[in-house]
């Protein structure tokens, strides 16, 4: 017997996975550009516009592959054949529940993960729906290591790439000397890491599923290309007094940040944009073919409606926690930024490839704490880490808490 869903609730679907996803982009996608408008490379009008290619090219190219885990992965449509209704209120309460936990978090400025949010608001939903021992803990576990796996990771390769820049650049006797030569390398690791990470099995909805080894070359061949332009236009470069070389070499770090946070935002649009549509997806699947299975395609304008719903966020509601990973955790500047987001977008393009979904926020917040632990524990302000640190274990049961409590009222009311 096929189901049959009411357009209202099609339309309701629409405008909750839309306020989904602006929250999403006010919370989780300010923290792309967190350090690089905390360091001032760029403005937040600036950000947004770069949004507004990356987001949307990210999500509308890539984002289709990834709704998978949010429809499926956390709870099992097949236990809803009988009343595929049931699973339709709980999509919606999932959405309710993810988007208030962001809203209630960028109110206060935390950077919190909508992926935690999401899958929190799905398990919340599920508990009541189907019971505990229907949820896939599994999944749940693996991305509960990930809250420790992935900041410390950040942390690791941030503190690591901060120390490198403070002793062979900043620390150098002649700065501008030494930035000559390091810039340009970091130039081609960072442009190694942007191709690998949109061409190495990112474009299957585009046929372009490449090998490692050719995506690799693809990236090596660029890497050379840009590097040695760079190399070329900071031949211009001129000693003057040590303040002022130091000045420069930071000035040359901007255009690496707006680099970095393009590809956050690229790697943003394509997988977390499907937190917010992939319940909405789901739904739509149900109410095309009938059946609870979810097994069509995510149509484009669903794609392009998170994609929209994500920049306008930030743009309208994004400085708040930009403002806290970008100056209050602890001091940026173009080099420590770069570092940052450099780490972030390195460690979770690794995690990715291996296979262990890794929060970007917790990543890139790991990142800025390495960033401050080079300078030395004086450099961080713990009282906001502890503060950002309570809201990340706090995500999951918040979430599920709103999602349950919708649902069980969506349920009261409608069925």
Not at 121 to 148: K, Y
Not at 306 to 335: C, E, H, N, Q
Not at 357 to 385: M, N, Q, Y
Request: charged residues 10%.
């Amino acid at each position: 017997m096929g189901i049959e869903i009411p357009i209202i609730i099609i339309v309701i679907a629409i405008a909750v996975s839309f306020y989904a996803s602006f929250m999403g982009g006010a919370n989780d996608f300010a923290n792309a550009f967190g350090t690089s408008v905390g360091s001032k490379a760029i403005t937040i009008p600036q950000a947004v516009m770069i949004a507004i290619v990356a987001e949307l090219l990210g999500a509308v190219l890539v984002g289709a592959s990834v709704t998978n885990t949010v429809r499926k992965g956390i709870v099992d449509p097949m236990m809803f054949e009988a009343d595929p209704m049931i699973l339709v209120y709980g999509l919606l309460a999932a959405l309710v529940g993810s988007g208030l936990f962001l809203q209630i978090a960028t109110n206060y400025g935390l950077p919190v993960s909508t992926t935690h949010s999401i899958v929190g608001a799905m398990v919340g939903f599920g508990i009541v729906a189907t019971g505990f021992a229907e949820i896939q803990w599994g999944t749940i576990g693996t991305i509960a290591m990930s809250w420790v796996v992935s900041p410390i990771g950040g942390g690791i390769v941030a503190f690591g790439t901060f120390k490198l820049i403070q002793s062979k650049v900043l620390g150098s006797h002649n700065p501008i000397k030494a930035a000559q030569k390091m810039i340009p390398f970091f130039v081609g690791l960072t442009v190694i890491t942007i191709t690998l990470a949109t061409i190495y099995k990112g474009l299957k909805n585009l046929h372009l599923d490449m090998t490692f080894t050719r995506s690799l070359s693809f990236a090596l061949v660029g890497a050379v290309i840009i590097s040695a332009f760079v190399w070329y236009r900071m031949r211009k470069l001129k000693n003057t007094d040590h303040n002022s070389d130091i000045e420069k070499v930071e000035g040359s770090f901007k255009v690496l940040q707006i680099f970095t946070a393009g590809y956050v935002a690229f790697a943003h649009g394509s997988n977390d944009v499907a937190n917010s549509i992939g319940p909405l997806a789901g739904i739509w699947s149900m109410y095309k073919t009938g059946t609870a299975s979810m097994q069509s395609e995510v149509p484009f304008w669903i794609l392009l409606l998170g994609g929209t719903g994500i920049v306008l966020g930030l743009a309208i509601f994004g400085y708040k926690v930009i403002d806290t990973v970008g100056r209050k955790i602890t001091k940026i500047t173009p080099s420590r930024g770069f570092a940052a987001e450099f780490a972030a977008a390195t460690v979770v393009l690794g995690f990715s490839k291996a296979g262990m979904p890794v929060s970007t926020t917790h990543t890139l917040v790991g990142s800025v704490i390495g960033v401050g632990l080079a300078r030395g524990l004086d450099a961080l302000d713990f009282r906001v880490v502890k503060k950002i640190f309570m809201s990340w274990v706090f995500t999951i049961p918040i979430a599920a808490g709103v999602s349950a409590i919708t649902f069980v009222i969506l349920r009261a009311l409608l069925v």
